[in-house]
């Protein structure tokens, strides 16, 4: 592994499972000091943060006041906040078509998904104007720009608003040396994902069809992806839509 995240410090919410575990543990490979956020138990944060070498705090992300005590104590640890990866979401079952899924199960959606993130690049841009550099990596999805007839109506739509605010703050603030960029994965073996297909394997059949490559990623493949926008490898991405999802949303037809 490069050295390129050395001395960075660098907040992964969802940080304790799936996408946001396997990116903390890149980028502490790659030099960053780690905090892992989650609402997970303490002893499973804690052991998550151990394995990097960072610091666990137990962070509900719907709530403001935990996103502020996030960003303050990363500041507070490591002396700045240089990467915040925005990752925390949910993908609940009675998220469907939108005939089925009712209005409380939207909001939880909405909440977890792109409240949260607005929250936190609310309370980490200020501490990145201070120190004059910065990049928040947002996790959108490949459904905020493809629609899809097994619809996750709140889901997809959360999405498309991670992907909507991440362009807008990375123009806003790309004169301050902020970068904001939205991470659009297609399908990633997850726990999240696992739990969504379980009960319904010819759902995920109808899906996995639709990837040129032929299978879904890995979370270390997406982890990848956010140490390299993370990374001044990447200092002249800021607004973008960063699609990691295997070629689906470049294909017509898939290869046979």
């Known amino acids: 592994m490069s050295n390129r995240l050395k001395d960075r410090s660098a907040v992964i919410t969802g940080g304790a499972s799936g996408i946001g575990l396997a990116t903390a543990r890149r980028l502490a490979h790659e030099g960053a000091r780690v905090v892992i956020a989650d609402i ?19 962070t509900d992300v719907t709530q403001e006041d935990d996103v502020v005590s996030l960003f303050r104590t990363t500041r507070d640890t490591y002396g700045r ?33 792109l409240t949260s993130v607005y929250y936190c690049c609310k309370h980490v841009i ?4 201070h120190q004059g550099k910065g990049s928040i990596i947002n996790t959108a999805s490949f459904v905020a720009v493809m629609g899809a007839a097994t619809s996750q109506i709140s889901y997809s739509a959360s999405k498309g608003g991670v992907l909507s605010m991440s362009r807008e703050l990375g123009v806003e603030f790309a004169r301050q040396g902020i970068r904001v960029n939205a991470l659009c994965p297609g399908p990633v073996n997850t726990p999240l994902l696992t739990e969504l297909f379980a009960s319904d394997p010819e759902r995920a059949a109808r899906r996995l069809v639709h990837v040129p490559l032929g299978r879904f990623a890995e979370p ?37």
């Open 40 to 58: 997970c138990s303490d002893e499973a944060g804690q052991e998550a943060a151990d394995s990097v070498g960072g610091i666990f705090v137990r």
């Open 220 to 256: 270390d493949e997406l982890a990848a992806a956010v140490a390299f926008l993370a990374s001044d490898d990447s200092s002249f991405i800021t607004a973008s839509q960063f699609l990691v999802d295997g070629g689906i949303a470049g294909a017509y037809v898939t290869p046979l």
């Open 126 to 129: 200020p501490y990145m104007q």
């Open 81 to 113: 906040v240089d990467i915040a990866f925005n990752n925390a979401g949910i993908s609940p079952p009675e998220d469907a078509s939108i005939l089925e899924t009712g209005i409380d199960a939207w909001r939880r959606v909405q909440e977890v998904n």
